[in-house]
């Protein structure tokens, strides 16, 4: 990110606030590579940072209010008392600064108020962790401001937990761990179940290759029902199947963990998706660790059709690119985030990217859709200060 943004942002902060920012901070947005709905399943997940970060000047306050304010959305400075904070109380996006100020709080640091300014490049709506990256950022300038010597999966929690409660999403944890933990040049393996991480080499630029997101502009919101039915679903089949999360379901046990769910078909599906997903995530490491890069196209592909016919949270734009991308000469495709809507994901060689986005844009006009955003994914770093 340019030091001519944070210069920017600052001094918006100095035109709202009348005094300079403590500093300013970036987190960024991620694509998951592969790993979908699989991170509150107690699973595996393998997320990697966006270049495109959330930008917040912050300085610190001492009298218990908290005043936002972001340059990408209509409106003035929104004034909070922090006394005032409670769950799912605001239903604006004021909720997300707000919700990880509580979190904190609740959690026992003493966060006595902050002028916030924020902007995000990020793209809202596509799947692509905007609302992390803005409750990660917000964090981690507070982290830092009040000393409060958290690490970043600790900071990860905290904001999933201002997610769940106070926005009232039922989010898992990838999310804002990728945003505060990712590395540049690496796909982030993260156990979602204690969080252990490991940085795993990702760097396809060195072997000829390519990484497309294509947002396909269709919105989608996680805090609406159909997210929170997935969820609650998954949680029934780990019930019926006596464990703990469908994490614990042994890919070698699936053909009789689905026995056992004969009379539930709904449940069946989607524990099929989450046991089949964490072990396509294993397949994944396995072959970035050998070398043969090449190779995760087609389990890229598997995951799409999974969460198509399982999981059943695509759209007709995600297949129309996931089709034609592959028709096309694409390695593999999938969607990737939370599904009904959002971005897809093409593995492609260098050469044929040019080719694989044409195809995908005059697809897209044929069906009548609005054309999709298509960029490449650089695997970037993760939440940091920048001044």
Known sequence: ?????????????????????????AAP??????????????????????????????????????R??????????????????????????????????????D??????????????????????SSSAALEVVVALALNDLYALDLEGRQLARLCQRAENVYVGAPTGIMDQT????CETGHALFLD????????????????????????????????????????????????LLGVDALRDVPFDGLAAALERLADEEEVRRLVRHVVTEDERVERVVSLLEEGDTRAIGPVLTEGHASLRDDFRISCPELDLVVDTALSAGALGARMTGGGFGGSAIVLAQAADVD?????????????????????????????????
């Open 192 to 239: 979602t179940r204690d969080l252990s991480q490991r940085q795993i080499p990702f760097d396809l630029a060195a072997e000829g290759m390519r990484l497309l997101v294509v947002d396909t502009r269709v919105k989608h919101a996680h805090s609406d029902g159909e997210y929170g039915k997935r969820r609650a679903g998954c949680e029934k089949g780990a019930a």
């Open 1 to 25: 990110m340019s030091e001519a943004v944070a210069v920017a942002v600052a001094e918006r902060f100095r035109e709202l606030y009348g005094a300079d920012p403590d500093g300013v901070w």
């Open 29 to 66: 947005g991620r694509v998951n590579l592969i790993g979908e709905h699989t991170d509150y399943n107690d699973g595996f997940v393998m997320p990697f940072a966006l270049p495109h970060v959330a930008v917040a000047a912050v300085a610190r306050r001492a009298d218990g209010v908290l």
């Open 355 to 387: 080719t694989l986005t044409k195809a995908v844009e005059e697809a897209f006009a044929a069906a009548g859709f609005t054309a999709p955003r298509v960029f490449e994914a650089v695997p970037s770093a993760g939440a940091r200060r920048i001044s």
């Open 107 to 128: 959690a026992g640091h003493d966060v006595t108020g902050a002028d916030v300014h924020l902007t995000s490049s990020v793209p809202t709506g596509a799947g692509l």
């Open 68 to 105: 936002l304010h972001s340059a990408d959305i209509e409106g003035g400075v929104v004034e909070l008392r922090l006394d005032e904070l409670a769950p799912q109380s605001d239903r604006n996006w004021t909720a997300y600064p707000a919700g990880v100020v509580w979190a904190l709080r």
């Open 178 to 181: 990728a945003s505060a933990c």
